[in-house]
């Protein structure tokens, strides 16, 4: 049996998460960060007596950031692509993740810094297919679904770990394949939607023990037009562990509830160890 995990990364970012904006050091100036990752696993069986499966399975993922502050104005730009293929006992490939995602954000910071009047426009979609578990239908393409944000509203940062903002959202929702629209909440052939509603965002970020960071993410919508139990939400959790200047583990457990597409919670957990290469 062989077995093998492995994980190339650049610059690793202060902020995993889509809050943006107090990291620019330079009035009037620009602060670029970028990250590239490979994560890679690798099994193979032969003549094993307690049995095995086959797999090999590479993920890419790339970030940018840029962040331009002057005086009370920021703006931050956050570019999030990621994308994955799996192949289990020589079956065909699959793809195991596959993310499109966009942030902007604008700020300007009262007298008192910990407040400020923020405005986000959003954007996320995938790459390619996703088909169900018998990889017979297809339930996701290239912008089906792909979703545009808007929100502007207040933010509180009462320290350095704890961000939060509330403002109202209008959300658009495009469907290039209209087989797809009742999947994703739309009347059947219909390719857009548009909905208003108001948004939480919590970020948390924070050493817990000596070399092991914590983030936690909360985003909220609720649509004005139904009951605040439809409301849509994502956690994000993430625990990374530094064991030395080049290794590094992270366990990751997200859930994710949209009743538009499935009244079902939704959870994805995922544990890896990488080697990390710092070029800035």
Do not use: C
Request: aromatic residues 14%; glycine residues 8%; negative net charge.
């Amino acid at each position: 049996m062989l077995s093998g995990a492995w994980s190339v990364k650049a610059q690793q970012l202060p902020m995993p998460t889509d809050d943006l904006l107090n990291d620019a050091e330079e009035e009037g100036d620009w602060d670029f960060t970028f990250r590239v990752g490979i994560n890679g696993s690798q099994a193979y069986y032969r003549e094993w007596a307690q049995g095995g499966v086959d797999r090999i399975a590479v993920i890419g993922n790339t970030v940018f950031t840029g962040v331009y502050t002057e005086g009370p104005y920021q703006y931050g730009l956050r570019v999030n692509l990621r994308y994955g293929q799996t192949r289990q006992d020589r079956g065909a490939f699959r793809k195991s993740d596959d993310r499109i995602r966009i942030r902007n954000q604008f700020r300007r910071k009262f007298e008192d810094e910990r407040f400020s009047l923020t405005a986000n426009i959003n954007f996320e979609t995938q790459f390619d297919k996703g088909y169900d578990r018998d990889f017979e239908e297809v339930q996701s393409r290239f912008m089906a679904p792909g979703t545009l944000t808007e929100t502007v509203g207040l933010s509180y940062d009462p320290d350095s770990y704890l961000e939060s903002t509330v403002g109202i959202s209008l959300r658009q929702t495009f469907i290039s394949d209209t087989s797809l629209s009742e999947r994703y909440g739309l009347d059947k052939g219909s390719w857009f939607r548009n909905e208003a509603g108001f948004t939480v965002i919590l970020n948390y970020e924070r050493e817990i023990w000596d070399n092991v960071s914590y983030t936690g993410y909360l985003e909220t919508f609720s649509n004005l037009q139904e009951s605040l139990l439809n409301t849509d939400f994502v956690i994000t959790n993430e625990f990374e562990g530094k064991i030395n200047d080049y290794l590094t583990t992270n366990f990751e457990f997200s859930m994710r509830y949209n009743n538009d597409v499935t009244n079902a919670l939704q959870i994805k957990q995922i544990l890896s160890v990488g080697l990390n290469f710092h070029f800035m």
